[in-house]
T-cell receptor, first 116, second 112 residues
Framework: DAGVIQSPRHEVTEMGQEVTLRCKPI?????LFWYRQTMMRGLELLIY????????DSGMPEDRFSAKMPNASFSTLKIQPSEPRDSAVYFC??????????????FGEGSRLTVL | SQKIEQNSEALNIQEGKTATLTCNYT??????LQWYRQDPGRGPVFLLL?????KEKRKERLKVTFDTTLKQSLFHITASQPADSATYLC???????????FGSGTRLSIRP
């Protein structure tokens, strides 16, 4: 299994531009999580989906952030317009609660976003 | 609000000794608690999960305890090695399908 795949790995953009981060979860996993990590705030949960349905988006910082999961094998996190304070590493993780693994998360390698 | 606290300072341990990391939580009654390892530039990697009805869990040189009365989990690495140097994160959750929030992590350094 290829694991959780995120793209792009690195993104440098200018303030005001739209940014789209992509995630392909592990096949068969039915939960997907988006996290943001910075030195100051650590690993923050932004939103998570169960069976493609957003369950809790209380961590999404503001209306500039949106996330979708149109099918079981793809999710996007969009920032529009982007701001310098959005600079961080964004992680996607998937899990399969209910099986023997009992919900442990499998993380992608992250997308490092720099907004100038 | 829910709060998760881990050793705020980095932990420096001599090789061969036991490293003990602490995870305290408040305003929370998790049914599960997970521990992850994160290396620089990489995503966190799952290590162990312990359930509320389990007092202790072991995996090779790793041991996790879960005290629901003290609202605390301890993570032990015995016979520590320089390769164990990393940041370790704890993550309590209510159920296997619920939101998983992480503590701030403890950076562990094992010196030869």
């Amino acid at each position: 299994d290829a694991g959780v795949i995120q793209s792009p790995r690195h993104e440098v953009t200018e303030m005001g531009q739209e940014v789209t981060l992509r995630c392909k979860p592990i096949s068969g996993h039915n939960s997907l999580f988006w996290y943001r990590q910075t030195m100051m705030r650590g690993l923050e949960l932004l939103i998570y989906f169960n069976n493609n349905v957003p369950i809790d988006d209380s961590g999404m910082p503001e209306d500039r952030f949106s996330a979708k999961m149109p099918n079981a094998s793809f999710s996007t996190l969009k920032i529009q317009p982007s701001e310098p304070r959005d600079s961080a590493v964004y992680f996607c993780a998937s899990s399969s609660p209910g099986l023997a693994g009992a919900g442990e998360l499998f993380f992608g390698e992250g997308s490092r976003l720099t907004v100038l | 609000s829910q709060k998760i606290e881990q050793n705020s300072e980095a932990l420096n341990i001599q090789e061969g000794k036991t490293a003990t990391l602490t995870c305290n939580y408040t305003n929370y009654s998790p049914a599960y608690l997970q521990w992850y390892r994160q290396d620089p530039g990489r995503g966190p990697v799952f290590l162990l999960l312990i359930r509320e009805n389990e007092k202790e869990k072991r995996k090779e040189r790793l041991k996790v305890t879960f005290d629901t009365t003290l609202k605390q989990s301890l993570f032990h690495i015995t016979a520590s090695q320089p390769a164990d140097s990393a940041t370790y994160l704890c993550a309590p959750s209510y159920s296997s399908a619920s939101k998983i929030i992480f503590g701030s992590g403890t950076r562990l350094s094992i010196r030869p």
